[in-house]
Every structure is written in structure tokens, then in C-alpha cells.
């Protein structure tokens, strides 16, 4: 994907030049604005993980078949980002719309992801615990093995933050985490994710 998260704006191509050492053109805006774009700048769309994204790639193999962009048409439909170029705004890097459209497809028949929540009681050892406390809720699980690592090699089980019980040496009180994981109805109790 381009560097730098740009808002994807759409155009119109109004010209392209597609004659060898120029394959140059102009882009007009939804508010009429004309930007230049090179066909160098041309990269496919692809889905993302949440939306659609430029590919930093102007051939890809599809269905095992090697795929390059073809020459932009006057009047069709370009995703584009906006980019400061020596001469003022430019359209880099560029895109067709029909690969944008296709891309939303392709993530709007994704399943969505789990979400996860780890919950924490803490309480006097043999009293009621009170309202669970939401240590994380989230559906990117490396954020989750980042923020609560599992013990590994030579570390001691009670050496993971998320230990399920843990109650302190006096006997005077006691933690418990558990996790949930988002369903239709509400959330469910479900094993550690990280495991």
C-alpha cells in the first residue's frame, strides 16, 4: 500500500497522451479541478484489511495470469490520492474505479472478525467480586499478544499478565480475568485467544 494514509478522492479522465516517453494526462475533479497524473503513477486497487488500498503495484498476476494497467480512456473513472508534485497537485497514485468497486466486494463478503474482551474482578477473598472491570476489547489479536504477552521458555506460568486466578500470599484477596468473545445475542464466555 502508498505511503502516508491519504483520503482516496475520485476523477474523471479529460485527457491522456499514451504515445511512448510522454503517457501523461489530466484527471478533472468532482469540483472541476484538473490534476496531472502519469501512467508511471498507476497502481491496482486492492482490498485492505477494513478498505480498499493502492497495491504500489501496476501489474499483478490474477488467476495465474500476469495483468499490467491499461492505458487510461478519456471519461473513465479514476481512485486517486492527491500528492504535492514540483508543479502543484497531482493524482499519484491512481487507480481504476472499477478495481475500487471491486475491492469493497471482495471485503463487504469478508465474515467480520471476532471481537474479544478480557474482564477482571477483584474482591476480598470470599466476598461477592463486584462489576468486572474491561482490561481489552478488540478484534486485532497482535495488539492483544502485545499489550498481555504469554509466558514462554523458562517463565513460570503465573508469570502471564492474564492469569485466570490469582489470589494474594495473606489470603486476603483475590483476582479473577476471564475472556469474552462477541456472539449475535451478547457476549460468551470463550477460552484465551492467545493461546
Avoid at 87 to 113: F, M, N, Q
Wanted: glycine share 8%; net charge negative.
Amino acid at each position: 500500500m502508498s505511503e502516508g494514509v491519504c483520503e482516496m478522492e475520485t476523477g474523471t479522465v479529460k485527457f491522456f497522451n499514451a504515445q511512448q516517453g510522454k503517457r501523461f494526462g489530466f484527471v478533472r475533479t468532482e469540483s472541476g479541478e484538473e490534476l496531472f497524473f502519469h501512467f508511471n503513477d498507476g497502481e491496482f486497487i486492492i482490498p485492505g484489511k477494513v478498505q480498499p488500498e493502492f497495491s504500489e503495484k501496476a501489474q499483478m498476476t490474477i488467476k495465474g495470469q500476469l495483468r499490467s494497467l491499461r492505458d487510461p480512456q478519456r471519461d473513465d473513472i479514476v481512485i486517486f490520492n492527491r500528492k504535492r508534485g514540483s508543479g502543484g497537485w497531482i493524482a499519484s497514485p491512481w487507480g481504476y474505479k472499477s478495481h475500487y468497486e471491486r475491492a469493497l466486494e471482495i471485503i463487504a463478503k469478508r465474515s467480520a472478525p471476532t471481537i474479544y474482551r478480557v474482564l477482571e474482578t477483584m474482591n476480598n477473598l470470599g466476598k461477592q467480586p463486584g462489576e468486572p472491570k474491561v482490561l481489552w476489547e478488540g478484534s486485532d489479536l497482535d495488539d492483544l499478544f502485545i499489550r498481555y504477552p504469554v509466558p514462554s521458555g523458562r517463565q513460570s506460568p503465573s508469570a502471564d499478565p492474564l492469569l485466570p486466578y490469582w489470589s494474594d500470599t495473606d489470603n486476603i484477596f483475590e483476582v479473577r480475568r476471564w475472556f469474552e468473545r462477541k456472539t449475535e445475542v451478547g457476549w460468551e464466555q470463550c477460552p484465551d485467544p492467545r493461546w
